[in-house]
């Protein structure tokens, strides 16, 4: 992946690192090299991937160590820098960067007052100072911009150039219909549909779900989703193997301030209720504070009204918009990079409200388990569109209640699931390749529902097969463009581009090298059938310092994340290995009557 790198060997595959301002992240795909000039200093490069430009005696301003001069190379994928001592390079894939600015002018004085700044989308902003005698800035800065943004340009992102083969292909992951027939669909209450196929229904919805059994007539369902926001109305998210609770997911009514009513849709949450027989209530889980479920009645949505839905009980979860959390977003990057306030630390985390939203929606999490697993009721899920705070409460639930998404396959399918075919607009809240930095689309909802997975992952080491390089991993590749799996918006524009025949799954990289991403503590008998209840309360919660800290050298581990998992793994396999030479020695020494039992 990407980070900055001391020592750099001259054929080196990796872009890990073990100086200042580096990332914990490693990249095992095959590269080419570049070499140019008689320094004989080698760019690695991917299959696909070009050089474009080299600019000489470029000076990295390192906020963390001493100016560094030497050559700043740009491909058709990253920005990468190297001194002229080849002891410090630096990796940056082009679609983590979010802005570019020029800092000074031909006349500025002073010792590299003029170069260009790179604003990133993980945590970082990098400097370069130009020599502004060779009127080298303008044309890279212009080359920087081209390639940075292909998106503003009407272009395609690098993810389809890029020709990387793996032994897995990430893009078999996920099947809709081998998921729904794993939770025991369909049966007498739940039916699977295809009437979404072409994407008419519900154009950011998948092109198959599973409706309540009862609801036979494809018009009426039609009718119901017309009165929800974006036509998304409420399908199954999951099912409980035995009490047969729902969880299911929709976006906000179309009530407006008139309370307008819409009888097939009263009458559809009835069988969404009825396909429970063990309740006799249903749960309507609102992510937003009450006071922006108001506002959004003056705009033409709202809320289901308990006097107007029968057998429903409304709760309002508190979870705020996009907007705040951006907003929280930026200051918690403000605190980790570059300087960070050891003697303020704490209060100056706190004033981010970062841990505050991530407690609000774990908590909300677990009020829809406590509903589902201990009342055996079923749950209806939504906030205003369906696809931000939705997606994270339904897939953080669905963690908590079902054992198969804490596995690593079982995660990689819930991602696909409720996140990418569920239609999050992971195009307008990441900003793929587009210019627009202060577009107000842009938000980190996914970031964060990552953010509570690991908080989760602390609560419960022993429960999950995957450990913490996995989700930064997913997290530095959510950005890069590198692999198809997070552009666009919708499944139905993902289909429309062919992105499984023409770019590759992340899920390839991931599942071809699991030694990486596996948790050694991993105990699959521990959590077989077992639910997990996190506490939500900010004293068991932290701040993801392996994440958001790991560029900045006073506050990263000194050995990178996924040496020290890789390490935990052989020792585990090694113990597995004997372990099963003693039960199997064991069974011979019975089989043939050599085994004695110990007196006592």
């Not at 700044?117 to 902003?125: G, Y």
């Not at 992510?287 to 006097?307: F, Q």
Request: aromatic residues 12%; glycine residues 4%; proline residues 4%.
């Amino acid at each position: 992946m990407y980070g900055v790198r001391y020592s750099l060997a001259a054929n080196s595959a990796t872009a890990s690192s073990t100086g200042d301002g580096s990332s914990d992240s490693l990249s095992s795909d095959s590269r080419s090299t570049f070499s140019k000039g008689d320094s004989d200093i080698h760019v690695p490069l991917m299959k696909g991937e070009e050089l474009c430009r080299m600019t000489p005696d470029v000076t990295y301003l390192c906020p963390f160590s001493v100016p560094a001069k030497g050559n700043l190379y740009l491909t058709n994928y990253k920005l990468f820098f190297i001194s002229k001592d080849q002891l410090i390079s630096l990796e940056v894939p082009l679609g983590v960067i979010n802005r570019v600015e020029k800092v000074g002018g031909v006349s500025s004085r002073g010792e590299n007052s003029y170069g260009i700044e790179i604003f990133c989308k993980d945590v970082r902003s990098l400097k370069f100072a130009h020599n502004p005698e060779n009127h080298s800035r303008r044309e890279f800065f212009e080359d920087l911009l081209h390639l940075s943004f292909p998106i503003a340009r009407k272009a395609l992102p690098f993810a389809f150039s890029y020709q990387e083969s793996y032994s897995q292909d990430g893009w078999t992951v996920y099947d809709t219909m081998s998921e729904l027939k794993r939770m025991g669909l369909p049966n007498e209450s739940w039916r699977i549909t295809k009437m979404n196929e072409k994407y008419e229904v519900c154009d950011s919805y998948p092109s198959v779900w599973a409706v309540p059994a009862a609801a036979t007539d494809d018009d009426f369902i039609r009718n119901v989703s017309t009165f929800r926001s974006r036509n998304r109305l409420p399908v199954l998210s999951w099912l409980h193997p035995y009490s047969q609770a729902s969880i299911t997911r929709c976006s906000q009514p179309n009530v407006g301030v008139a309370s307008k009513r819409n009888k097939n849709d009263e009458n559809y949450l009835q069988m969404v209720l009825d396909a429970n027989a063990q309740a006799h209530k249903l749960y309507v889980m609102d992510a937003r504070p009450n006071a922006n479920a108001l506002a959004n009645k003056a705009k033409g949505g709202g809320y289901e009204s308990e006097d107007i839905y029968q057998n429903i009980e409304l709760i309002f979860l508190d979870i705020h918009n996009i907007h705040v959390m951006r907003e929280s977003l930026r200051k918690l990057k403000e605190e980790c990079y570059p300087i960070i306030d050891d003697s303020k630390w704490l209060s100056a985390i706190e004033s981010t409200r970062w841990l505050e939203h991530i407690k609000c929606v774990i908590s909300g999490a677990v009020r829809i388990v406590d509903r589902v697993e201990n009342n055996k009721t079923s749950v209806l899920v939504h906030c205003s569109d369906g696809w931000d705070r939705t997606a994270q409460l339904t897939s953080l639930s669905m963690i908590m209640l079902d054992p198969y998404y804490r596995s690593l396959k079982g995660f990689e399918v819930l991602v696909e699931k409720e996140w990418l075919s569920f239609g999050h607009k992971f195009q307008h809240r990441v900003g793929h390749g587009d210019d627009r930095h202060a577009d107000a689309d842009r938000s980190p909802i996914f970031l964060q529902w990552i953010d509570c997975v690991y908080q989760i992952t602390l609560q419960f080491p022993y429960a999950f097969e995957f450990n913490e390089y996995f989700l930064i991993t997913i997290l530095d590749h959510l950005y890069s463009c590198l692999f198809g799996t997070f552009l666009y918006n919708s499944e139905r524009e993902r289909v429309s581009h062919d992105l499984k025949r023409k770019t590759v799954s992340i899920w390839s990289l991931i599942n071809s090298e699991l030694d990486l991403h596996l948790n050694p503590f991993y105990c699959a008998e521990a959590g077989q059938n077992k639910i997990i209840i996190p506490s939500p309360a900010i004293r068991h919660l932290k701040i993801w310092k392996g994440y958001f800290c790991r560029y900045n050298p006073r506050m990263r581990l000194q050995e990178p994340v996924y040496a020290k998992y890789q390490k935990l793994q052989f020792f585990k396999t090694q113990l597995d290995k004997k372990l099963a030479e003693l039960r199997l020695d064991a069974e011979n020494r019975n089989n043939h009557g050599d085994y004695e039992p110990v007196r006592v």
